[in-house]
């Protein structure tokens, strides 16, 4: 095998060639592992190889080493591990000599291969030498690139291995990181591969940050790497900088007043715009932390207790200095900007809405005098600006303080949806949508409407990002006005509404938009969400419209079903699949709105929808809104849904099947709790199967665990729907809960704890199905054996110091089900165990849904010990 060839046609031009290649490659790779990776790591470290047939080497043995999937990259590194020493020895010799490299390229390729085997080496207690050696490099050595490419190497290393791993090494790295990035460092680009590298290594160099002195010297670099003469240099400087301030804002005071005010609002001005878009981020981050930290302090003034964090208002000190420099910002849009390219006009939009939400009512008195100077300007950037000035500021402060403005605005507003410029059209569509999503009550039926949907409605002939947004202004429109003028409860239809007159004519036009074959800024999918929200919250007076417009969709379905086999290529079977998608949701959206009222049309939606799944291939989304149609179909015929049952479950059960597809299999679970809760105990003869499939998921290695969690709720699901009829499948299940129950939480691992949270909530939900479908029957004793593990975890979750609400409620809500269960005693001696009584007392921190299931749970358990 002659490697260098080899390796030169895995970039070839021609497809055969490549491809070819690339399978001998990978069969050398599974035949001859060792000899592989050797091959690669000599053609890396060859100075007289071409540089293209280096980086494939390089590529290659990264690729070898690394993978996105868990279970993959545990192949790959134990592959690694079970190499000779000497294997491994050569090749991580060769890597660290080509960082060195004459060419710079080359060296950067062996920066990634030696952060590759770092990633699976360090975290095993091996290579431990490893940092001293690029300590070395860094500091001892005269060559550039071997500094750059080493710099590069511990920047990957830190991007890719977890802090706590690198924490104890944290001195070394920061003194070679630090080295490399100071002012007198000659090279800008060792400085920049240093740069970067700090920015990686911000996270795990906490305790140096908690030192006054190290973190002053830390500070001073990065604030002079902002003056830099290299722009990029300057970048990555600002980069570090909305990082550290992300990370370390409580430390933050002093170094603001005395450097980082005035360089980010310098910064914000430069010339160069990828600088300018980092200083307008450093202030977003500031925002955002301010209004995480009023929350907070929100939260802790409703319990009566201070925070742990304070504020230092860093964005309401500088507020007089950056609202003018984001102003100014405002207005240097770029006519032909494509929506996709973040640019700095935008960045400056985004900061001020954060900034209106941290600073709340002064933000208005600091923009007012912009807007009005600008909203009827000549130029169209002035105007749009002073249009888009408005909308960022609206949700921050108090409402009572904006709505004599907006009511001041509206009229202006909606004129502008005939400007001449499509940019200001467009910033008005987008702030009209605000108002009507904020500030409803600022819009009078009777004064406004008629001239409002007129503009939106208009709009929707416009360009497509017009169309999105006028989309987006009735949605909000429509959603806002429904819960203001409509009944108390979801179910409660109100007899008429405010939107009654228009709603024909505004769900014609939406339709019309929707009949194009184009999706540019998905602005159809814009629309087909805009009549979900009209038909959701359809007054009586107007379900005339909602069964129009039901089956026209329904006509469309079954057109698209008819011409399914003429679709050519890929993208005709996208458009196709969004298309369904966005039928399915609307359909949805009709059955929860009719309810039982559906049922004239029930055959119809499952005739077409037994066509789609059998059309929809077995990995399409399509497929999952599928599903949720015959859900909620289910939940709103109930028992009437029996006689679709046996046509639709040869398509569920390949789908609970799929278990490398997390998503359809969540929904086809969730849909046997759907049928169960529909037909209760009719689903009995179902049972049997369901359970058998739900147990033999439990089982699979393949399936996500966050399935397994659903699974375990739905159990509770059927066993609610069938009662005694659980009795056969009860012991079995009981099992299974016990043994989930036991799985303890790691305090340092979050992912781990977050799951087993979500896992408990899924059990207790199961448990509280099983309890409440026996109580009150015959077969109640069954549950008198389970009890005390029941109870065992009740007091396991509730003593738990990272216990949620949801969690708490369920809780009571099980230990009173139980209680109630047996009235006659027979759970006394369980019941007056002495943590159980300590619980049922109120707690400081109770929201009062939690406190209500709480008092009755303590009188079921004060019934059942007398």
Known sequence: ???????????????????????????????????????????????????????????????????????????????????????????????????????????????????????????QGQWNELIEVLLGFVNNQPSANLKIATLQAIGFICESIKPDILALRSNEILTAVIHGARKEETSPDVQLAAIHALFNSLEFIRDNFDREGERNYIMQVVCEATQNQSVNVQIGAFECLVRIMDLYYDKMALYMEQALFGLTVVGMKHSEERVALQAVEFWSTVCEEEVELALEAQEAQEYGELPERESKYFSKIALPEIVPVLLMLLTKQEEDADEDEWNVSMAAGT??????????????????????????????????????????????????????????????????????????????????????????????????????????????????????????????????????????????????????????????????????????????????????????????????????????????????????????????????NELQSNFCSVIICVIRKLGNGIQPLADRIMTAVLQLIQSAGKTSTVLEDAFLVVGSLASALETQFSPYISAFLPFLYPALKAHEDTQLCTVAVGIIGDISRALGDQSAQYAGPFMTVLLENLQSDVLNRNVKIVILSCFGDIALAIGPSFEPYLETTMNVLRQAGAVQPNPLDYDLMDYVSQLREGILEAYTGIVTGLKNTNKVNLLLQHAPSVLELIQRCLTDDEKTESLVKLCYGLLGDLADSFPGGQLKQLLLQPWIASELKARHRMNQDVKKTMRWARDMVKQATQ
């Open 1 to 123: 095998m002659n490697a260098t060839e080899l390796l030169a046609n895995t970039l070839s031009p021609d497809a055969t060639t490549r491809q070819n290649a690339t399978e001998k490659l990978e069969n050398a790779s599974r035949e001859n592992y060792p000899e592989y990776m050797l091959m690669l790591s000599s053609v890396l470290a060859d100075e007289n190889s071409q540089l293209h047939v280096r980086n494939a080497a390089g590529l290659a043995l990264k690729n070898a080493l690394s993978a996105r999937e868990s279970a993959r990259q545990t192949e790959y590194s134990n592959r690694w591990l079970n190499l000779s020493s000497d294997a491994k020895a050569k090749i991580k010799q060769e890597s660290l000599m080509t960082l060195g490299s004459s060419s710079s390229k080359a060296g950067t390729f062996a920066a990634q291969v030696v952060a590759a085997i770092a990633a699976v080496e360090l975290p």
């Open 351 to 576: 900061c001020l809405t954060l900034l209106a939400g941290a600073v709340a009512d002064a933000i208005v008195p600091a923009v007012i005098p912009f807007i009005e100077a600008h909203i009827k300007a000549e130029d169209w950037h002035h105007r749009e600006a002073a249009v888009m000035t408005f909308g960022s500021i609206l949700e921050g402060p108090d409402p009572s303080v904006l709505t004599p403005l907006a009511e001041q605005a509206l009229p202006l507003l909606i004129n502008m949806m005939a400007d001449t410029n499509i940019h200001v059209k467009d910033t008005t569509a987008w702030t009209l949508g605000r108002i009507c999503d904020i500030l409803i009550t600022v819009i009078k039926p009777d004064v406004h409407l008629h001239p409002l949907i007129s503009a939106l409605v208009g709009g929707l002939q416009d360009n497509p990002r017009i169309v999105v947004n006028c989309c987006w202004a009735l949605m909000n429109l429509s959603d806002q006005l429904g819960m203001f003028y409509g009944g108390e409860d979801e179910a409660d239809t109100p007899a008429t509404g405010p939107l009654s007159p228009y709603y024909e004519g505004i769900v014609q036009a939406l339709l019309h938009v929707t009949e194009s074959s184009s999706n540019e800024s998905n602005y159809r999918t814009a629309a087909y969400e805009a009549i979900t929200s009209f038909l959701t919250h359809a007054a009586n007076d107007v379900l005339g419209v909602v069964e129009t417009t039901t089956v026209t969709i329904l006509q469309r379905m079954e057109h698209l079903l008819s011409v399914q086999n003429q679709i050519l290529g890929v993208d005709d079977r996208n458009n196709w």
